[in-house]
């Protein structure tokens, strides 16, 4: 069903938006947790389907550690782990999928995961935005294992368990300590094709792309640090062969991209009709780690896609492109994981309806 013609539009941009609170509000928050009641234990049968929709505005660090679940972050971390080490690209997959499920309908509700609606309502899922995302079936397993670890309860909600596993796959890849995650997300019950389509694609000019992020609650500065998350991305061919060889019907390459860069990519994508499926590195200077590298590739004109070398090609954007390339890695990551944390936030407000799905992808 991803595969839907109508798909074919544009797509990789691994975007994502934003939701409210700043990190260190968050933090506050955190801090008056004891007063609240702990989360769904109470009804340790399978069915805790009928949680009322309490919301995110009661996240809170520690929501699981009285039920049955209190091992959920380890249990995803160590699946997250074992399950890298022998397919590298789950990490970028799993960045992706919570950015796009979070900045489809601006909340974290795993929405994205849903396969079928009731009337078969196109889902997130047929967005052009979506084709070809993977990780939906290792989201089905991984939610398997935390029932499992917490003897047969369904307790912890996918979107919980994705937000999780995204700040590992992070983890992962930037070698940092973990931040915390606030959990208690409740999973959505609405997955709306029209919510995706207005996710930024590999084409989409600059000015778009920064009023998507403003609309969901980011600043400028915010749409910079995360379009970051592309230094571990990939992109097909069809995405951006066009500066490669035909860069605005001049049969000529971008002239904003480096001659060898253009050079070194014609080795996968040879001209406007081959390949189209094959995938390059969005930053070619380090692949899979999560580090500055894209922003410094940036500022060298090597940015893949034509959003990313247009981060550069804008005033706004472009000083923040330059303050990071020449910052410290510690000032790109400690703000991305922040806005990381403000993303997960995105919906915690705003009551929309939810429970606990039993399977991620279907709805119970
Ligand atoms: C799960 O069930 C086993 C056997 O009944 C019990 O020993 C264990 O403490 C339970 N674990 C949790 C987290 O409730
Ligand atoms: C495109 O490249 C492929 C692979 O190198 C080649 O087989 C094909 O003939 C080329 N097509 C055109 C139109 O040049």
Do not use: W
């Not at 923040?320 to 915690?348: D, P, Q, R």
């Amino acid at each position: 069903m991803r595969r839907d013609k109508h798909l074919r539009l544009l797509v990789t941009y691994i975007i994502f938006l934003l939701a409210a609170n700043s990190f260190s509000s968050l933090l506050g928050e955190a801090a008056s947790e004891k007063n609240t009641k702990k989360g769904g234990d109470q009804n340790g049968d399978q069915n805790v389907a009928a949680v009322p929709p309490a919301q995110a505005s009661k996240l809170r660090y520690n929501h699981y550690r009285t039920t049955r679940c209190s091992k959920v972050e380890s249990v995803v971390t160590t699946e997250v782990t074992k399950r890298s080490k022998r397919d590298p690209t789950l990490i970028a997959a799993l960045l992706r999928l919570f950015f796009h499920d979070c900045f489809a309908n601006k909340q974290c509700d795993a929405s994205l995961l849903i396969k079928k609606m009731p009337k078969n309502e196109k889902t997130e899922l047929h967005s052009g935005s979506n084709v070809g995302i993977k990780g939906l079936a290792f989201m089905d397993y991984l939610k398997t294992k935390v029932v499992e670890s917490c003897n047969g309860s369904n307790i912890v909600s996918c979107a919980d368990i994705l937000a999780l596993a995204a700040r590992d796959a992070y983890v992962l890849a930037s070698k940092r300590p973990a931040y915390p995650v606030l959990l208690g997300r409740l999973d959505g019950m609405v997955s709306l094709v029209k919510d995706a389509d207005s996710l930024p694609g590999a084409r989409t000019p600059i000015n778009t792309i920064v009023s998507v992020f403003k609309d969901a609650g980011f600043t400028t500065e915010e749409a910079v640090i995360l379009s970051g998350a592309h230094t571990i991305g990939e992109a097909k061919c069809k995405f951006f062969n066009d500066r490669l060889h035909n860069f605005l019907n001049t049969k000529k390459p971008d002239r904003t991209m480096d001659p060898a860069l253009v050079e070194q990519l014609k080795k996968i994508c040879p001209n406007m009709t081959a390949n189209l499926e094959s995938p390059a590195f969005l930053d070619q200077g380090t692949r899979r780690v999560f580090d500055k590298s894209y922003f410094v590739q940036v500022t060298r004109q090597r940015g893949v896609l034509q959003s990313d070398q247009n981060l550069f090609a804008n005033a706004a954007t472009k000083q923040f492109v330059t303050g990071l390339a020449s910052g410290t890695e510690e000032n790109f990551l400690s703000k991305f994981e922040k806005a990381m944390a403000k993303l997960g936030n995105l919906g915690a407000t705003t009551n929309y309806k939810g429970n606990i799905r039993r399977v991620c992808s279907v709805l119970n």
